[in-house]
């Protein structure tokens, strides 16, 4: 990427809007209702032959104390001193407001590079507010309309002076996008991919609202990049940032907090509840984050069993330890509970953390790369076949209706999650408890602990050649058994 672009404006001028264009993809929630936007998200964006990095910022306001709208303004002012270039964007069809002058003033003394855009501008209704940003002293204002995709031409000519300005940094800053394998690598059906700049580790952190996520990745970050306070609720979108943890490229999604459905009522929160589980999806690592003064809640166990659902590593994480005084009776209560209340992670990690104090980070990362080698464990086929030859002889397979179960082999199918298939008879007849029974051993004895497992028992026909054949007719056979007698 070239140039860093960074988007402000009032609220509900259609920054998101005009982002998830740039970006090609609906990335950041969009609604009619101002202020939606809270956190900085950073898109790869596309315009024409120009790709540059597009960050969408929360909506200007005229509030400097510690309120929630006094820490939004000093974030999107933290986002205009790391840009390039600032897209400042006005509303047409309301015209200039006092607010506008104000962040014009202040952008003029941040930013070396401002491009004013009078966005709504389509139609006869925003000609004479994008006549009237001329006054606001930041040149010639662009008309756009990030809706409808008007404008984009002017705003691309805007841009290609600055891309040049910015082309020669972008080749010494560009990512590894070319990855060498050894020879031994590539030949190694065992080894785990490990992650590099071009394909880091996807990372998902998600819990129950004010358990503390967007603290826990500013301090993994090392800075306060994400929105954070008292209040419940603050993340809005799933908000993804790369970074270098402990020579580990990640790429870490900091989601919503995630309520009961039925207290979800509110059609921003659904969206927000919606963007968070799209992101356990797209992850490979899953960090539940637990509250420690109200752990395991119900709504606490549903998503980790949808981390679990979804065939993703998981980490438990209990955050707020700092203020914990009976440490070590708490945490052999926390276990308990873990292994009783999520017996489908038995194993996972259980990890304290302090996302406000730091401690506990590293233990942690190690739990993250433990749980990611272990999501990609890959067993060979004699293993598993030796395996599975000893399991039939202290367990065999039930006989229901009489039939008889035969196991002949076993293979491992795929990883990310590991995924076994049992070429047996009668597969439609072997029970559930047999398969957990097998699932649980493979657990503990190819020591995969905590990640998702997934069994599926295969038919397969005999080796008799004629098995399935229609039959001659009798009288066929005798005809032919007589002319044979007769030759």
């Not at 202020?35 to 909506?59: K, N, P, S, Y």
């Not at 945490?331 to 017996?343: D, I």
């Not at 302090?354 to 067993?379: F, K, P, Q």
């Amino acid at each position: 990427m070239s140039f860093t672009l960074a988007i402000v404006g009032r609220p509900n001028v259609g920054k998101s809007t005009l982002f998830n264009r740039l970006v090609g993809k609906r990335l950041a929630l969009v609604d009619d209702q101002p202020g939606v936007t809270r956190d900085l998200r950073e898109g790869a964006a596309r315009l024409a032959d120009l790709r540059f990095t597009v960050i969408d910022t929360a909506g200007l306001e005229e509030v400097t104390d510690d309120s929630l709208q006094g820490r939004m303004r000093r974030l999107t002012e933290r986002a205009v001193d790391m840009a390039d270039v600032c897209l400042f964007m006005v509303d047409a069809r309301v015209g200039i407001t006092p607010s506008d002058l104000v962040f014009a003033d202040i952008l003029r003394k941040r930013s070396a590079n401002v491009i004013l855009a009078a966005n709504k501008a389509e139609g006869k209704a925003g000609e004479a507010g994008a006549l009237e940003a001329y006054s606001l002293g930041l040149g010639e204002p662009i008309s756009l309309s990030a809706e409808h995709g008007e404008g984009l031409n002017d705003l691309y000519a805007m841009l290609v002076p600055l891309a040049d300005k910015y082309a020669e940094r972008a080749d010494d800053d560009a990512p590894e996008t070319d990855v060498d394998l050894s020879e031994d690598e590539a030949e190694d059906p065992d080894a785990v991919r490990m992650p590099t700049k071009a394909k880091p580790m996807q990372v998902a952190v998600v819990g129950r609202p004010n358990a503390g996520k967007s603290t826990l990745i500013n301090q993994i970050l090392g800075e306060d990049r994400l929105l954070t306070g008292p209040e419940a609720g603050i993340t809005r979108d799933a908000i993804s940032l790369r970074k270098v943890w402990n020579d580990v490229p990640m790429r870490i999604f900091d989601t919503a907090g995630m309520r009961k459905k039925a207290k979800v009522q509110e059609k921003l929160e659904k969206l927000s509840v919606s963007d968070g589980l799209r992101a356990v999806k797209f992850a490979e690592v899953v960090v539940v984050l637990l509250d420690a003064e109200i752990p395991f809640e119900q709504q606490d166990l549903r998503i980790a069993d949808l981390a679990e659902r979804e065939g993703r590593a998981v980490v438990v994480a209990v955050n707020k330890w700092d203020v914990e005084e009976d440490r070590q009776a708490k945490l052999k209560g926390l276990k308990e509970s873990f292994e009783r209340l999520l017996p489908q992670l038995r194993g996972a990690p259980l990890i304290t953390v302090s996302a406000r104090t730091g401690r506990g980070l590293d233990r942690l990362h190690e739990a993250i790369m433990r749980a990611y080698e272990t999501w990609n464990r890959r067993v060979t086929t004699a293993q598993l076949n030796r395996w599975l030859a000893g399991m039939m002889e202290a367990h065999p397979p039930p006989a229901p209706q009489g039939k008889r179960i035969k196991l002949r082999y076993m293979t491992q199918a795929k990883t990310r999650p590991p995924g076994f298939v049992v070429m047996c008879s009668h597969p439609d007849k072997v029970p559930e408890s047999y398969s957990r029974y097998l699932v649980n051993n493979l657990r503990v004895d190819f020591d995969m602990p905590g990640t998702p497992i997934r069994l599926w028992m295969r038919g397969q026909n005999d080796a008799n050649p004629y098995k399935g054949r229609k039959k001659a007719p009798p009288s066929k056979l005798r005809k032919h058994t007589a002319g044979r007698r007769r030759d």
